[in-house]
């Protein structure tokens, strides 16, 4: 309530912009009133010289001059001074606010008091009190005051201005008298002047009339407070708003440093200077690593904390430089490069100081444009710059790394597959490679894994260690599940059809897919397009992906088993919540990830590992099988220990379709009895 009744009477505390806004539009209204007043006054005075030069002043010129010229000069030099200081505000040239304010009271203060002093004279004269009326419309209503202010500066004037002519008896009375004079007699003139000169004080008419135009005066005024008191809170709010949006626009709203796009126009204006030194110039990509599994650990709260940290950190460290935020936990600096490694190194002890439980490190990769190169494309630096610095992931000892023409030319494939995925698909570059899974108790074929390859004019046949990472990346890796699937499907369909064997498939799917597209839904719209069967088509799921989507992949999973298909866990031991994943999750069959047979020989741990891994799946009445197998000792030890199904290069490498029917005929490799004849091959 106290701050209401303090808003009302404007005693409030206000904001510098509203502050500015009020003064502004009291210099904007001064311009109008003080040239009003300088017309007026310049007439008057021009009018009251040629009355007297031309003798028809009655009395002598210092009467006028004291009571009427003197003021209209001081009214005058007022009007123009407050102008003048209007003008000099509007151009920018009046530094001090306290300059305007000070003349705007002087000049309010002499229009009142000329107000005042004219219409006194006018009052005892019987005409009437315009000049008093008029000056306190102009100060009080043309220029903003706070109500209290306003209401004293009102109630000061009108008190004044009563005063005085309480005490007056109009000599309009008198004049009426005289000019009756010959109508009356001695005694009854006599009498009616005794009347009109013993009469002071003001009629109730006259209190009535000033005391409705003072109350209508303060009305004007404090509307007018409270009418530019809301346009400048309104326009403050849009400034503010503005300035947010601005300040968003090229900052980082997080850490406070500069965004990418502030960082790619400056990085542009930077190049194209003359006075660029662009043989020292580099572009760095700092990425926090594991900060995925600090922020896991410790939550969002702790890592936004640390990204401001490093934010801080790279900006003090890189002092004058272009530092920006690239994107989650990654970083972008323009520099110099001389002196930059040793600066980096200092940066990567430092971010120990930060960790906790979990490792983090600080990497950096580097790009120094060619001499060579006409022109610098920001956005092209920072990725060859990131791509040098993904180069040393997982690199304990290596914390910088510049980008070289080895990186050159896997940066140009890396481009090549993102520009040409969709022509791959389109023209049938993409292939499937089929790999075995064999029954442990007889060798024979109980399944495929589908993987995929790219069979490039240009490069030959890529590796999917290559373009899979690649096309996760840039989230294209749909469009190559996609195509695997129905590429499976239509395997399938060519071997019903013609009555040859084909085992059950199991397929890839990334975590993306759940993300980009509803690839359940392409999935099975796929089998039922090509009639085949829930049985022959299995799905894998990587452990990783389960941690990164739960919610999505439960339901995902939920769905498959629900419409009949076999859902895998594959790369299990690969990741850090395996048990969790086997206490969370339903799965069909349990993939054990190959790193467990890589010390086969010499690690005495790994048979009991693999023993009790076998046992549990067991227990959860999933079905085992065993990747990377390629020795027949440790398919005899699977085989031994119940391990259902194993699979690796002691079978087959992955091979075509074509090869691996051939394979089949010639009795290499034998299909398990129940997919000789294919159940759909009559239909």
Not at 97 to 102: A, I
Request: net charge negative.
């Amino acid at each position: 309530m106290g701050q209401r009744i303090k808003s009302w009477l404007g005693i409030d505390k206000q904001s510098d912009y509203v502050k500015n806004y009020f003064f502004n539009a009291n210099m904007r209204s001064s311009i109008y009133m003080s040239v009003i007043v300088i017309v007026l006054e310049s007439y008057m005075i021009v009018r009251m010289l040629n009355q007297w030069f031309s003798g028809q002043l009655p009395k002598a010129f210092s009467y006028y001059f004291t009571n009427y010229f003197l003021y209209y000069i001081m009214l005058l030099v007022s009007g123009i001074l407050m102008l003048v200081c209007a003008f000099l505000h509007i151009r920018g040239k009046l530094k001090h606010q306290w300059v305007g304010t000070l003349v705007k009271w002087i000049f309010a203060v002499i229009c009142l008091y000329f107000g005042v002093r004219i219409s006194i004279g006018d009052y005892t004269k019987g005409e009437q009190i315009l000049t008093f009326l008029t000056m306190e419309m102009f100060v009080c209503c043309l220029f903003v005051w706070r109500p209290l202010v306003g209401f004293l500066v009102l109630t000061l004037t009108y008190g004044i201005y009563i005063y005085k002519i309480s005490g007056i008896a109009p000599v309009s009375g008198a004049y009426s008298v005289l000019s009756k004079l010959s109508e009356l007699t001695p005694e009854e003139a006599y009498e009616k002047l005794q009347a009109v000169t013993q009469t002071s004080g003001l009629s109730q008419a006259t209190q009535i009339n000033l005391f409705t135009i003072w109350l209508s005066t303060l009305l004007i005024l404090i509307s007018r407070y409270r009418q530019t008191m809301a346009q400048a809170k309104k326009d403050e709010h849009l400034e503010e708003v503005n300035a947010y949006l601005n300040e968003i626009s090229v900052n980082d709203e997080l850490t406070g440093i500069h965004n990418m796009v502030f960082f790619r126009s400056e990085a542009e204006k930077l190049l194209a200077y003359v006075t660029t030194d662009r043989d020292n110039i580099v572009f760095l990509y700092f990425d926090i690593e594991n900060f995925k599994y600090y922020n896991e650990k410790y939550g969002f709260h702790e890592g936004n904390a640390l990204l401001r940290q490093v934010a801080q950190m790279l900006e003090e460290a890189f002092q004058g430089s272009l530092v920006s935020r690239f994107s989650d936990d990654h970083f972008v600096v323009l520099t110099r490069y001389d002196g930059c490694e040793a600066i980096i190194r200092k940066l990567s002890h430092r971010i120990h100081e930060f960790q906790k439980e979990v490792h983090i490190d600080l990497k950096c990769g580097a790009y120094r444009p060619l001499s060579t190169e006409k022109e610098i494309d920001p956005s092209v630096a920072c990725d060859r710059a990131r791509f040098a610095c993904n180069s040393i992931k997982k690199h304990y000892e290596q914390t910088f790394q510049v980008y070289d023409k080895t990186l050159e030319d896997r940066f140009r494939l890396k481009q090549y597959i993102i520009n040409n995925i969709d022509t791959a698909i389109e023209n049938n570059y993409i292939k499937v490679f089929y790999q075995p899974v064999v029954d442990t108790a007889d060798k024979s074929i109980v399944g495929l894994e589908a993987l995929a390859r790219w069979q490039d004019p240009n490069y030959g046949l890529l590796p999917p260690g290559i373009f899979i990472e690649i096309l996760e990346e840039h989230r294209q890796i749909h469009k190559l599940d996609q195509c695997i699937i129905e590429q499976v499907c239509r395997d399938y369909r060519e071997a019903a059809d013609k009555g040859l064997p084909f085992a059950p498939v199991s397929l890839n799917f990334s975590r993306l897919d759940f993300e980009l597209c509803d690839i359940v839904d392409y999935f099975e719209g796929k089998a039922k397009a090509y009639n085949v069967p829930q049985e022959y088509l299995d799905v894998e799921i990587t452990e990783s992906a389960l941690t990164d989507q739960q919610n999505l992949l439960q339901s995902a999973m939920k769905r498959l088993q629900q419409d009949g298909y076999k859902v895998w866990l594959d790369d299990f031991g690969s990741g850090y919540s395996s048990l969790n994943v086997l206490k969370d999750y339903q799965f069909d069959v349990l993939k054990i990830d190959m790193k467990f047979l890589s010390g086969f020989s010499n690690n005495e741990k790994t048979r009991p590992i693999l023993q009790n891994i076998v046992n549990l799946t067991q227990q959860l009445h999933m079905t085992s099988l065993t990747e990377g197998v390629e020795t027949q000792e440790q398919f005899e030890f699977l085989s031994k220990i119940g391990c259902n199904r194993a699979q690796g290069y002691l079978f087959s490498k992955p091979v075509p379709i074509g090869d691996l029917r051939e394979r089949i005929s010639k009795g290499d490799l034998h299909v398990s009895d129940k997919y000789v004849t294919h159940p759909t091959a009559t239909a």
